[in-house]
């Protein structure tokens, strides 16, 4: 089972751009699909965006804009998810979280992923 390390959040003004990043550690990161979920105080932890062990599939929740962009590079154990055009709306806790790739059910449920690291903070102001 893998180890996740969030980096890359802050406080920014609208309109500015951000990369959150992953950093693994353990065994295999190469066997995990990786997902990016967020939660805004006051509101459940909602899905943002995941990726396939290989990289050759993503999925975007429904609430997320083409501001969002997953990826991952499996030579740096690392994924990341970049956020251009942020808003006050994106102010959220950020996760990483992995999951084995042989998992089969829906990506986007939170209930799925065994490992999580302990969020970023991404603070937008207007």
């Known amino acids: 089972q893998v180890q996740l390390e969030e980096s890359g959040g802050g406080l920014v003004q609208a309109g500015s751009s951000l990369r959150l990043s992953c950093a693994a550690s353990g065994r295999g990161f190469y066997s995990y699909t990786m997902g990016w979920f967020r939660q805004a105080p006051g509101k459940e932890r909602e899905f943002v965006a995941a990726?396939?062990?290989?990289?050759?599939?993503?999925y975007y929740g429904d609430s997320v804009t083409g501001r969002f962009t997953i990826s991952r590079d499996n030579a740096k154990n690392t994924g990341y998810l970049q956020i251009n055009s942020l808003e006050p709306e994106d102010t959220a806790v950020y996760y990483c979280?992995?999951?084995?790739?042989?998992?089969?059910?829906?990506?986007?449920?939170?209930?799925?992923?065994?490992?999580w690291g302990e969020g970023a903070r991404i603070t937008v102001s207007s």
């Open positions: 979280a992995a999951r084995l790739r042989s998992t089969k059910s829906n990506p986007r449920s939170n209930k799925t992923y065994l490992s």
């Open positions: 990726i396939s062990a290989n990289g050759g599939r993503t």
